[in-house]
């Protein structure tokens, strides 16, 4: 289940999903490319896993590119500091004076995928759980 969940979020990614907002001009112009949470080296795609911890199978970004990926998951709303402000500008980013915050939109991949897998997931879980209980379950 981990490893079935673990490569639909990536195909999420790749192929990504219309509800997605676009990426901001600037953030196009310094990538030179339009794909949402795909990036050069550390991008997200390379981080989702799963892991198995007992009864548990986690699946998701973990360990310091977590935060990166919640952000992207959730969205994000980020006070403007003049010392950002600053340096935006010196990266070709001018805000307007009355801007207090950046917003990063929600752009769900872990969440809606397990939405849309939903009924696999279950299925797949129900499978697993017969080949153990037919396991040890003596036939009469």
Not at 27 to 38: A, E, H, P, V
Not at 46 to 55: F, L
Not at 57 to 79: M, P, Q, R, T, Y
Request: a positive charge; glycine letters at 8%.
């Amino acid at each position: 289940v981990g490893a079935f969940l673990e490569g639909k979020i990536k195909e999420k990614i790749q192929q990504g999903d219309p509800e997605w907002k676009p990426l901001h001009p600037f953030t196009l112009q310094r990538k030179k490319s339009d794909k949402l949470l795909i990036d050069t080296g550390t991008h997200i795609l390379n981080r989702i896993t799963h892991k198995v911890e007992g009864d548990i199978v986690k699946v998701g970004v973990f360990g310091e590119s977590a935060l990166v990926a919640a952000v992207h998951e959730f969205g994000c709303k980020i006070k403007v500091t003049e010392k950002m402000r600053r340096f935006l500008h010196t990266q070709g980013l001018h805000l307007r004076k009355d801007t207090e915050y950046i917003t990063i939109p929600q752009r769900s991949y872990l969440r809606k995928t397990f939405d849309e897998q939903k009924d696999e997931i279950e299925r797949l879980i129900g499978e697993e759980v017969k080949a153990v209980v037919d396991k040890f379950v003596i036939k009469l």
